[in-house]
Structure formats: C-alpha cells, structure tokens
C-alpha cells in the first residue's frame, strides 16, 4: 500500500482543514439539540480527538461520515437538554421599507418572539433538522448525512417542525 | 394539517415562491421563512476550541503511546519470564538410565540418581548445563559449552567425557577429544586429553591418571580395553560387578586389548580364558579364583 504522508489525516494540516471544514455545521448541531454551549464544544472536542486517535484508519473521504457518526454516538449519552439561545442578526430588516407603523412593528416584535419560543419548545430532534436548514442553509441530503437519519426521515422532521410553527402563527 | 410537499421544497431552495404561492397556509409559512432568515446562534471562539483539541489530542497521544509502551513491557517481562521457565529443562533421573538431547543435538546418558538443568532459550546466549551426579556426554565436533558442578566447571571442546559430581568428589573421564577443568574454589585448571581422568575427593588431592576402557563402565554397553595390565582388567572386572576374584596365582605380562561386557561376567571369564589360557574357579557367590592352567 503507498502511504502519502501529506494526504493523511494523522498530518497537521489536513487534520486542520477538516476540522475548518467541518467544526461549525457540527458545532451547530450539538447546540440546536442540547442548547448548551459548553456540551457542544466538548463534543466537538471529542469527535475531533476520536478522529485523531483513528487518523491512521480514517481516510479523508470517510472523515466527514466518521465524525457524524462519532457525534451522533456522543449525543445518544446526552439526555438533557437546555434552552437554546437564538437571536436576531444585530440591524435586520425584514420589512420592504414600506410599512413602517408603529402597530406593525409590534405586531412583528411579538411575532417573533412567539415563533423563537416555539422552535426553543420543539423536539431536539426536529429543532436540530429545522434550524440545520434555516441558519446553516443544509440540504436535506447534508442533513440526513449529519443526523445519521434517511433523507425520508429528515423530510418528516422537517415538516413536522414547520406544522408546529405553522399552529402558532395562525393562532396569533 | 396537511402539508404540501412543495413547502419542503421551497424550504429547501428547490421550489420558487410562484410555485407554492397558492398552497395551504403559505401565508404563515412565507412567515417562518422570513423571521428565521436572519436567526444566529452565539457562536463559539473555533480558533480556541481547535487549540482545545490540539491539546488534548497531544495528551491522548501521549497517554496512548505511554499505555503502549507500559503495555509492551508488561508484556515482554511476562513473556519473557514465562518464556524462561518454561524453556528451562530440568532431568532427574532415580534408578533408570536417561538419554537427554541438548539444544545443539549434542547427547546426554544421565547416570541414575542424578540431575541435569539447561535452559533451552538462553542456550544460544549461554552454553551452560548444570550437573549433580553423573553423567557421559558425547558432544557434536565443535560444540563449546560449560557444564557447572558443585566444585568445577568443565568446559567441553568437542569431545566424548564423563563427569561424575557429588558432594564429595568430582571425577572426569575423557574418552575422545579434550576437557578442561576449573576448580571453583581454587580456580585451578587442568586440561584433560583422551584417555585421562581426573579425581577429586575432599579429602584427598588432586589426582590424574589414565582410563584403560573407551566408554563409560555404567552405561551397560561394551567397552573396549587397549594394552591394558591383566592386573588392571582383574581390578576393572571386580569393580564393575562388584566381585571378588583373586587372582594371585596368575602371572603374566601380558597386556589385555579387546572387548569386555558390562553385563555379562561370564562371557568376560571366557575372554580371558582364551586369552591367557587360565582356569577360573567359582569359591562362593561373589568370589572367584584365578589359576593358570597347566594343561596348556
């Protein structure tokens, strides 16, 4: 077998490049199912060490399934779950610029306060899916592959969550 | 609620707005996109989290490896040890004659009563057998090993010897080849060529000497006797069978060369019938007499 150093994952700086690559989807999904910062750093931090301990066995296309795979084994140990924090990016627009009133504006404060709760009450497991598409932008394909779920399975979770949201906005 | 599949779609940047703007409750679900457009998480520092990494990784390769290394050692002492006293060979013999085969195919007739160690790994560092009792050895030409005893070592060049070693005494024969003996509480060295012997009791000297047979008198084998005195052959016959024969009578210069039994003393009394045309004359049980005969 020819061995090329530089293309190992036991190498510096690929290990580096994969975790550029990989930290904050999987970051992101620790935190949409627990809520709890410091958990999800320190599953971050174990995934990456167990992919480390096996850099010798891991090729670089398996790295990426290897680590949602690790991640996913860590959070079956992880039961408790914390509120997650979610926030607005500082200065964001939503409206066209037209409708400025007052009225409207509270009516829009109160609508997304409403709608952050609800994804905070959601099921860890259709929260994660949910915000793993919204904030990250992941396909359900990428979603699927990071949960370690079928593609069906995301679409499920995903719909699921989307219903529940759905409720509320209609019951304002 | 049921829900349009084209909502996941859109949802997932696969569907144009036009093409789910007249589903159910797309109202509320241009809503929920809209409002969690903008959402962020507080984000973690990834610089220091990955330096978090770098040092533990270190520790967990550090602790890997040293688990390994302690591991390895375990390991190597246990084998090692183990590897040790099971290769070494220890042969006690009680009434009954034992052929040992040393590690160099060089062989050993191990007298009854008596003992003999090596260890068969260390051998190829350490040539070295432990004796009490007595032994023959025939060694493989250009064989080099020790033999230890009580009171010397014998160092074996190639050669067919026997030792006998007890508390007592310490003798070696050396019927082919060479020997040499170091006394351990003098450090004195004798070498030992064919056909000599050396002897050593607490009580009396050193003393060296010729071998008038080829092989060992206890290995119930036929020895051979070259120009040996008849004087001799009497004292060799009464004390392999433990006989007394008085020979007295007989007188004669001839010297003996042939071939003894160790077993038969009958068919030794024939020999030297034939050989020097005497008379021989049970007394009792274990006492013989020795005549000339005058017919001849």
Not at chain 1, 2 to 9: A, F, G, H, L
Not at chain 2, 267 to 282: Q, W
Request: glycine fraction near 4%; hydrophobic fraction near 40%; aromatic fraction near 10%.
């Amino acid at each position: 077998m020819i061995e090329n150093q530089s293309d190992s994952i036991c190498e510096q700086n690929t290990f580096k490049k994969i975790y550029n690559t990989h930290v904050e989807s999987m970051y992101h999904h620790f935190y949409y199912k627990f809520g709890k910062q410091e958990w999800a750093e320190d599953c971050v931090q174990d995934a990456f060490i167990k992919l480390w301990e096996r850099c010798g066995d891991v090729s670089i296309p398996k790295a990426k399934s290897f680590l949602y795979t690790v991640a996913n084994n860590l959070l079956i140990n992880k039961h408790h779950h914390e509120k997650v924090k979610l926030r607005y990016q500082k200065e964001q627009v939503f409206t066209d610029g037209v409708d400025k009133d007052p009225l409207y504006l509270l009516e829009e404060k109160e609508l997304k306060e409403h709608l952050l709760k609800t994804i905070e009450k959601l099921k860890p497991k259709h929260r994660s899916v949910f915000l793993l598409n919204r904030i990250n932008g992941k396909t359900y394909v990428e979603i699927a592959e990071i949960e370690g779920i079928s593609v069906k399975a995301v679409e499920k979770r995903m719909s699921l969550a989307l219903i529940e949201l759905r409720k509320v906005i209609e019951n304002i | 609620m049921k829900q349009n599949e084209k909502i996941l779609d859109w949802f997932e940047g696969k569907a144009t707005e036009e093409d789910v703007k007249n589903t159910e409750g797309f109202e509320a679900y241009k809503k929920i996109q809209l409002y969690t457009s903008g959402l962020e998480v507080p984000k973690p520092n990834y610089e220091k989290l990955y330096l978090r990494i770098e040092k533990s990784k270190n520790n967990s390769f550090m602790s890997r490896n040293w688990l390994k290394i302690a591991a390895s050692v375990m390991l190597f002492i246990g084998l090692s040890s183990g590897i040790y006293f099971l290769s070494h060979n220890t042969f006690i013999t009680q009434n009954q004659i034992v052929e040992v085969s040393l590690p160099d195919h060089s062989l050993v007739q191990l007298a009854p009563n008596s003992k003999l160690s090596f260890n068969s790994i260390t051998w190829w560092l350490d040539k070295r057998v432990s004796l009490a009792g007595k032994a023959y050895f025939e060694v493989e030409k250009g064989s080099l090993f020790s033999v230890n005893t009580k009171k010397a070592m014998i160092q074996v060049l190639g050669t067919k010897f026997e030792i006998n070693a007890t508390e007592e005494q310490l003798l070696v024969q050396c019927f082919e080849g060479k020997v040499s003996v170091v006394e351990l509480t003098t450090g004195k060295k004798e070498i030992l060529l064919e056909s000599e012997f050396i002897n050593k009791s607490n009580n009396t000297n050193l003393k060296k000497g010729n071998i008038p047979f080829n092989l060992p008198l206890w290995l119930e084998k036929d020895i051979k006797l070259k120009e040996v005195e008849f004087k001799a052959v009497v004292d060799l016959l009464k004390q392999v069978f433990k006989v007394e024969i008085d020979a007295s009578k007989v007188k004669t210069n001839k010297e003996f060369s042939g071939i003894l039994s160790t077993l038969d003393l009958n068919e030794n009394f024939e020999t030297l019938k034939a050989t020097y045309g005497i008379k021989i004359s049970k007394l009792n049980e274990n006492m013989y007499i020795f005549v000339e005969d005058e017919m001849e």
